[in-house]
């Protein structure tokens, strides 16, 4: 536990003098503000509660189980040990576990690693650059939804290692119900745990649409930074900046919403969108009102012959030659549909939208002037609590 003491002295001033000396009326205040840390470093089996001003140690990978409920309250901080491997740190929601991390817009909830020096308070890191990655795990949220899988109805989640009986999801409940996550700010994670195994900045496994998601930032994470694997759960206004692969990836039948996302320089792409592995086809999922700083992006958007998306009003700038979209001819054969003018584009001097938007996609593509584009995120629902929004990153 640390304390902090400030010591507040009431004094007199005439002319050039500074008077120090005083009665008992004028004896200095002294106020003791505490800031606790704990250690947490066995998995949760009961209803717990962390509170607003502590910080709290993730010192192994932490199960929150079926039946317990962990409640995280606005303004904390959550740190995770540096670790890879089996010893990698992550905090994992269990199936038939809730999380309900409820920050708000003066007070967002940050996991981020231990080497970070943020206290409770603080948004920016005093010391971590935005770009640093891996030196942690990340936030895992399984459930009971559907999933389309080669086999069976469940599986066990990337990043997990099998004996971990924590890590498995999917179901037959589509609206089941893992908590609630807002203003939750989640960064430098993607610790890798096997070779090309990394976890994500937050992973939702067979979610349900009883869970409620809202305003998410997610912080150069050195694997993508959310990914769906089936389930239904929708998400509102999130970011990802600066991961190091895919900044939002679908798989297995996802069948939820994103709506309203701001994607700023990721590694890979800036949609991984996969279909059904399985025979459960789900009904598809939609992404829509989005805006897309490509930057160092290796691509914009790879389908392939099952993605089961339905995109629309995205806007992509800051592009550079040789980023493109990836097997929209193969897609569109099973698409669900866009809307029209899906794509707005401002393309780099001497690159051709025919090109870019490959395979007919450049149908659904209108290219404009940076800063004209009629469609995108709305981006003042990221003003304030991001770490991005305060950095300018966009």
């Known amino acids: 536990m640390k304390k902090v003491q400030l010591l507040l002295l009431m004094a007199l001033m005439a002319g050039a003098t500074f008077f120090t000396s005083c009665n008992d009326d004028d004896d200095p205040i002294i106020t003791e503000i505490e800031e606790e840390e704990f250690d947490i470093s066995a998995n949760i089996t009961t209803n717990t509660t962390w509170e607003t001003g502590n910080v709290y140690h993730l010192k192994s990978r932490i199960a929150v189980e079926s039946g317990a409920t962990l409640t995280i309250e606005p303004g904390v901080i959550i740190k995770g040990d540096a670790g890879t491997g089996a010893n990698a740190t992550a905090l994992i929601i269990a199936r038939g576990a809730k999380i309900m991390a409820e920050g708000t817009a003066t007070s967002p909830i940050i996991f981020t690693s231990v080497a970070d020096n943020i206290m409770p308070g603080e948004i920016s890191s005093p010391n971590l650059d935005p770009t640093l990655n891996g030196l942690w795990g990340g936030l895992i949220v399984l459930g009971k939804a559907n999933i389309s899988v080669s086999t069976g109805t469940e ?11 924590n890590g498995l999801y999917g179901g037959s409940d589509d609206t089941d119900n893992s908590g609630i996550i807002k203003y939750v700010s989640i960064r430098h994670g993607g610790a890798n745990i096997g070779e ?11 979610v349900g649409s009883g869970t409620t998601v809202e305003n998410i930032e997610i912080v150069s994470n050195q694997d993508d930074g959310v990914e769906f694997f089936g389930g239904t759960v929708s998400v509102k206004n999130v970011v990802c900046w600066n991961v190091g692969d895919d900044a939002l990836d679908t798989d297995q039948a996802y069948a939820g919403t994103i709506d309203n996302a701001l994607v700023i320089n990721p590694g890979d792409e800036c949609f991984e969108l996969d279909g059904p592995e399985g025979s459960y086809q789900g009904a598809g999922h939609t992404i829509k009102n989005v805006t897309v700083k490509a930057g160092a992006a290796q691509g ?12 629309m009003n995205i806007y992509f700038y800051d592009m550079v030659a040789g980023q493109d979209v990836e097997e929209y001819a193969a897609y569109s054969a099973n698409t669900l549909g866009f809307a029209s003018s899906a794509f707005q584009t401002t393309l780099p001097s001497g690159v051709v939208l025919a090109d870019v938007f490959a395979g007919g996609a450049d149908a659904i593509t209108t290219e404009v002037a940076e800063g004209s584009n009629t469609v995108g995120a709305t981006l003042s629902a990221f003003t304030g609590w991001t770490w991005a929004s305060l950095s300018s990153a966009y």
């Open 155 to 165: 599986a066990q989640i990337e990043g997990i290692p099998a004996t971990d009986t």
């Open 196 to 206: 090309g195994n990394e976890i994500n900045g937050l992973t939702f496994g067979g």
């Open 300 to 311: 914009l958007i790879d389908f392939d012959a099952t993605t089961d998306v339905n995109m």
